[in-house]
Nanobody, 125 residues
Framework: QVQLVESGGGSVQAGGSLRLSCAASGYTYTSRCTAWFRQAPGKEREGVAAVGLGGALTHYVDSVKGRFTISRDNAKNTVHLQMNNLKPEDTAMYYC??????????????????WGQGTQVTVSS
């Protein structure tokens, strides 16, 4: 049974930084795509960043480009999301998700078969 566990969330002031981590266990294969999603109260879940199998290919949505950096350490089965210059609109529950079948091709939640429980990020102005 694959398990994804997020950590690193918290409360910061605008302009601050947080580093989220997603630790995976329970499988012997490396996910072909791992992504971070977020969901704010009353809003739909949205993908914000994704990283491919080898870690070299990354994608960011426009709202986080230049501020967030996604990376993966396959030896440790961990994916990180470094978030800098945080804004109040970044406040949300953040989830990591893994797709073992497909290479990264967008943020359709139905493509990701495994999800973590989420970690809360709160940014105050």
């Amino acid at each position: 049974q694959v398990q994804l566990v997020e950590s690193g969330g918290g409360s910061v002031q605008a302009g601050g930084s947080l580093r989220l981590s997603c630790a995976a266990s329970g499988y012997t294969y490396t996910s072909r795509c791992t992504a971070w999603f977020r969901q704010a109260p009353g809003k739909e879940r949205e993908g914000v960043a994704a990283v491919g199998l080898g870690g070299a290919l990354t994608h960011y949505v426009d709202s986080v480009k230049g501020r967030f950096t996604i990376s993966r350490d396959n030896a440790k089965n961990t994916v990180h999301l470094q978030m800098n210059n945080l804004k109040p609109e970044d406040t949300a529950m953040y989830y990591c998700a893994a797709d073992f079948a497909r290479y990264c091709s967008g943020y359709d939640p139905s493509n990701f078969g495994y999800w973590g429980q989420g970690t809360q990020v709160t940014v105050s102005s």
